[in-house]
């Protein structure tokens, strides 16, 4: 089955700890990203990888780090989480950019405490 | 600001009624208009893809239109059914394939 997955699924944390949060697709796609979800504002654009050690900043870039090492795994690393990082994460991929449709995984639900 | 205003936030019909989601962006120009729907606790799923030049496209019961020149979209739910309930989300491309999501609006279907 086609998909994207993304584990953990919820994750309580600590200011400061830091956590690597997984995201794996199937369907060979090029394009990757990351998004954050948070109540009133929509989905919002983390960093985002054309391919293989391609990554580039999407909006809201800071306090997240991203490797592209494989073209399945697009992993998201909190270096030093702060309770703003509290969140619904969402990991997408796509055959490219442009007109083609954008997969997501099911979400990590982030609290930092 | 946002560029992508979707209304209204909420609302809630009643089982086989129809109803219309609206979108208004001021990204210009765009690429594309995306329609998603997303089930509470699940990922957004895409229901129609329209590009500039598209005045309306179907995905079953889903009718979404686009008027270009007024830089606004529809979203229209036929014969609505508890599956339903969920947040359609409008989301622009522009040209440089940068995407601009609106904050939802929360579709709740009461039998």
């Known amino acids: 089955e086609a998909q994207v997955t993304q584990n953990p699924r919820y994750l309580i944390t600590v200011t400061g700890k830091k956590l690597t949060v997984t995201c794996s697709q199937n369907?060979?796609?090029?394009?990757m990203s990351w998004y954050r979800q948070d109540p009133g504002l929509g989905l919002r654009q983390i960093y985002y990888s054309m391919n293989v050690e391609v990554t580039d900043k999407g909006d809201v870039p800071e306090g997240y780090k991203v490797s592209r090492k494989e073209k399945r795994n697009f992993p998201l690393i909190l270096e030093s989480p702060s309770p703003n990082q509290t969140s619904l994460y969402f990991c997408a991929s796509s055959l490219g950019q442009g007109q083609y449709e954008q997969y997501f995984g099911p979400g990590t639900r982030l609290t930092v405490t | 600001k946002n560029q992508v205003e979707q209304s209204p936030q909420s609302l809630i019909i009643l089982e086989g009624k129809n109803c219309t989601l609206q979108?208004?962006?001021?990204?210009?120009?765009?690429?594309?208009l995306r329609w998603y729907k997303q089930d509470t606790g699940r990922g957004p799923v895409s229901l129609t893809i329209m590009t500039f030049s598209e005045n309306t496209k179907s995905n079953g019961r889903y009718t979404a239109t686009l008027d270009a020149d007024t830089k606004q979209s529809s979203l229209h739910i036929t014969a609505s059914q508890l599956s339903d309930s969920a947040s359609y989300i409008c989301v622009v491309s522009a040209p440089d394939y940068k995407l601009s999501f609106g904050a939802g609006t929360t579709v709740t279907v009461r039998a």
């Open positions: 979108c208004n962006y001021t990204v210009s120009p765009f690429s594309n």
């Open positions: 369907m060979n796609h090029e394009y």
